[in-house]
């Protein structure tokens, strides 16, 4: 059974940085793309990053584009989701997703795994 388990989350002033981690387990880590998704109170999830199976690409939502980077360590099963310059806009529960592609996709439907969602909320 897979299994992603996510971190880092919590309360950070507006312009500052945190960083996501999710651990997968019950699959081999290294045969698909990881996402991070979010969503925020009366809106739908949305895409926010995803990383190729080797690391080499990367795709980023325009939102976050030069203040989010995403990267993965597949000796240790885990992806990472380093957030910097946030603001209140980013408040939202976070989500990383296992896909059953390889490539850095944004589309909700190729994820078949989800993590159980990590809250990140920024304040003044």
């Known amino acids: 059974q897979v299994q992603l388990v996510e971190s880092g989350g919590g309360l950070v002033q507006v312009g500052g940085s945190l960083r996501l981690s999710c651990t997968a387990s019950?699959?081999?880590?290294?045969?698909?793309?990881m996402g991070w998704f979010r969503q925020s109170p009366g809106n739908e999830r949305e895409f926010v990053a995803a990383i190729s199976w080797n690391g080499r690409s990367t795709n980023y939502a325009d939102s976050v584009k030069s203040r989010f980077s995403i990267s993965r360590d597949n000796a240790q099963n885990t992806v990472y989701l380093q957030m910097n310059s946030l603001n209140h806009e980013d408040t939202a529960v976070y989500y990383c997703?296992?896909?059953?592609?390889?490539?850095?996709?944004?589309?909700?439907?190729?994820?078949?795994?989800w993590g159980q969602g990590n809250q990140v909320t920024v304040s003044a």
């Open positions: 019950g699959r081999t880590f290294s045969d698909s793309a």
């Open positions: 997703a296992d896909s059953h592609f390889r490539g850095a996709n944004w589309q909700q439907d190729s994820y078949d795994y």
